[in-house]
């Protein structure tokens, strides 16, 4: 990946489970997002430094961290805060199949 971070991006394909659960998979991206954005598996015991993600067609920048597994301490498959995952697929008109990035 080349340029300023903010202009670096990863290409996520969406299925059908993605749509039905409002989250999108965030598996094999781990290396592309900072270590200290990766909080503990619950928020009461601890986020990690928050993420800005500017979504297109969204009002405001979303700030979530990602969260990591109880048990293993690996990075969960998504990112904590979802509710705007929803509006973001119904505002495009995603499918499963389409790709975002």
Same mark, same amino acid.
């Given at each position: 990946m080349s340029?300023?971070v903010?202009?670096?991006?990863r290409?996520i394909?969406v299925n059908?489970a993605?749509l039905?659960?409002?989250?999108?998979?965030?598996?094999?991206h781990?290396d =592309?997002f900072p270590?200290?954005?990766?909080?503990?598996?619950s928020?009461?015991?601890?986020?990690? %430094? /928050?993420?800005?993600?500017?979504?297109l067609g969204?009002?405001a920048?979303?700030y979530?961290?990602?969260p990591?597994?109880?048990?293993s301490?690996k990075?969960?498959? =998504?990112?904590?805060k979802?509710?705007?995952?929803?509006e973001?697929?119904?505002?495009h008109g995603? %499918? /499963?199949g389409d790709t975002i990035?």
């Open positions: 340029g300023r903010g202009h670096r991006k290409l394909c059908a993605n039905r659960a409002n989250h999108l998979y965030l598996t094999g781990a =592309f270590a200290d954005c990766y909080g503990a598996s928020e009461n015991r601890g986020t990690g %430094k /928050p993420l800005r993600l500017d979504v969204l009002s920048p979303v979530t961290d990602i990591t597994e109880a048990k301490g990075p969960r498959r =998504f990112f904590r979802r509710a705007w995952v929803g973001f697929f119904a505002k995603i %499918k /499963p990035a």
